[in-house]
């Protein structure tokens, strides 16, 4: 399945410092706190890590990153610029990903995600990944992580 992308002018590159002071605000707007200027410096040298970044203008716009741990993908972030959201950035990024992983020999990827963010299960949902399973309690609020994965 290709990404739908109505946003044209959108690359996909792989992560640089040059990035970073933008990434740290897409993810504070997006709600990931623990994304600090520090984090994503160490995803430089993280061997296990795969960064992509959402370019539009020359600026990032969005970004996505895995580790590959024993054979298998876990999704450990994803963010779009609030501006930038609804034009299929999201799947473009989750699509980059997947190929990513295939190319790798990797079949299995997971993540989690929010019980009430019902907009990125709608996306993770529609480029094949599936329910596996509950966290409950999981996050610090008390919130509940819906377990997905994508064979």
């Not at 480029?127 to 819906?146: C, D, P």
Request: hydrophobic share 40%; with cysteine.
């Amino acid at each position: 399945m290709k990404a739908e992308i109505k946003n044209e002018g959108v690359s996909l590159e792989k992560l640089k410092s040059e990035h970073i002071d933008n990434l740290v605000r897409i993810a504070e707007e997006g709600g990931l706190s623990g994304m600090s200027a520090a984090s994503f410096e160490k995803e430089l040298e993280n061997r296990i890590s795969y960064y992509k970044i959402a370019i539009y203008g020359g600026t990032p716009v969005g970004f996505i990153g895995v580790w590959n741990i024993a054979g298998e993908c876990e999704v450990i972030d994803i963010a779009v610029d609030l501006k930038f959201r609804r034009r299929g950035i999201a799947s473009q990024l989750m699509e980059d990903v997947i190929g990513f992983c295939k190319d790798s020999g990797i079949s299995v990827i997971h993540l989690e995600v929010r019980e009430s963010n019902i907009a990125a299960i709608s996306l993770y949902e529609k480029v094949g990944f599936k329910r596996v399973g509950l966290r409950e309690k999981y996050y610090s609020n008390g919130e509940n992580a819906v377990i997905m994965s994508f064979d």
